[in-house]
């Protein structure tokens, strides 16, 4: 397969990893660099000398040789980086969360489908061994009826200035819910809190409710003095528990539970049995994400593949945060979707 020649534009935190990455996966070539920050640029960029860089999106957008651009810039310029790259015929790998409003992301949407070009969103935890292990298992029926999902993402978090704190750390829960279970939610309710601005929340709490009868509850905070990145998943014969923070065996399925039945002389009296069974840690590799990403990224701009994190999926997360941001705003209201 002929590599697609990749742009990443944003040099800060994250596009270093996505641009060592493009270099590393024998499918995609890295061609350009791009940063608005001269600093960043050069920084970046002398680890790549070969390559073209540039502080202007324009340069990337008008060279024809660019096949790809991959934007890895803050949440509110996602839209008109996305929006000017794909008008010009690019395939877009767009950093989640996708874009800042709903309305932005079915523009997006709707000019990738017209130029007939490929718009994925960067879930990265969706291309992780553990989360697609999560999937197979939930899939396989091993934990019976999902009956709940409880996240915590927390550490002393780098305080963002133009997002609050759910939409930094809950495009990942979220989208790893949506890539896993067939179910989707029915409302949103987050009551959020800022400590030290008038409007960015630093400490979130978010159920989603679902039809049937399933609960999902996540906990975010950049206030915390230990680093948590724990799942677990509830079913009515197995639990999971997804730790990230475990450098090997970071899920372990419990065949714990309880089983109830109804007494012969009082339906209305429950006998709870506990089961308390074995733990095993499924094996699961180390491959980093990203180069699983990038890999899947080009085999689908080349073959017009569905992407495992599409525009849809992306579009499906950001509804989720704008219905949060607009609970939070009151007060923790049920945003039925
Ligand atoms: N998938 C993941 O696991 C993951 C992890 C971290 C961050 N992210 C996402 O990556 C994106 C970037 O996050 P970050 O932490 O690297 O941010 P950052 O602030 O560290 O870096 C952003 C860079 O973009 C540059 N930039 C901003 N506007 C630009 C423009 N118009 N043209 C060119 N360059 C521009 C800035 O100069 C900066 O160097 C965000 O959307 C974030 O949510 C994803």
């Keep these: ?37 001269i600093n960043r640029l050069k920084k970046v960029g002398s680890s790549y000398q070969s390559v073209k860089k540039t502080t202007d999106i324009f340069e990337v957008i008008s060279d024809e040789s660019i096949e790809a651009v991959v934007i890895a810039t803050p949440v509110d310029t996602h839209f008109e980086l996305a929006k000017a790259s794909l008008a010009a015929g690019k395939h877009v790998l767009l950093e989640k ?25 960067g879930h990265t935890f969706n291309y992780t061994s553990a989360v697609r292990k999560i ?61 030290f601005s008038d409007n960015i929340e630093n400490i979130a709490y978010m159920i989603l409710r679902f039809d049937n009868n399933m609960i999902a509850h996540f906990t975010f905070n ?10 677990i998943v509830g079913g009515s014969q197995k639990m999971l ?13 419990y065949d714990k539970g309880v089983d109830v039945a109804a007494t012969k002389d009082n339906i209305y009296k429950r006998l709870v049995q506990y089961r308390v069974g074995n733990m095993y840690a499924p094996q699961i590799d180390n491959i ?9 990224f080009a085999q689908v701009v080349r073959h017009k593949a569905k992407p495992i994190s599409g525009a849809e999926e992306g579009l ?21 979707l």
């Design 1 to 37: 397969m002929k590599p697609v020649n990749v742009a990443v534009v944003g040099l800060g935190y994250w596009g270093p990893n996505l641009a060592r990455n493009i270099v590393s996966c024998s499918s995609t070539e890295l061609c350009c660099l791009c940063d608005y920050n």
């Design 97 to 121: 969360p996708m874009t800042r409003t709903v309305k932005q992301a079915e523009i997006l949407i709707e000019l990738a489908e017209k130029k007939n070009v490929t718009l994925t969103v």
């Design 135 to 195: 999937k197979e298992i939930i899939l396989s029926g091993e934990l019976g009826e999902i009956l709940y999902w409880d996240s915590v993402r927390i550490n002393l978090g780098l305080f963002q200035h133009d997002v609050n704190v759910v939409w930094d750390l809950a495009p990942h829960d979220l989208a790893m819910l949506d890539y896993i279970l067939a179910h989707k939610p029915i409302s949103v309710q987050t009551f959020g809190v800022a400590h």
């Design 222 to 231: 950049w206030l915390a003095p230990v680093k948590i990145r724990m799942t």
């Design 241 to 253: 528990v997804f730790n990230d923070m475990e450098p090997s065996e970071k899920l372990k399925i």
């Design 288 to 296: 980093e994400a990203l180069n699983t990403e990038i890999e899947h």
């Design 316 to 336: 499906r997360v950001v509804k989720l945060l704008e219905a949060a941001e607009k609970s939070i705003k009151r007060k923790g209201k049920e945003i039925i």
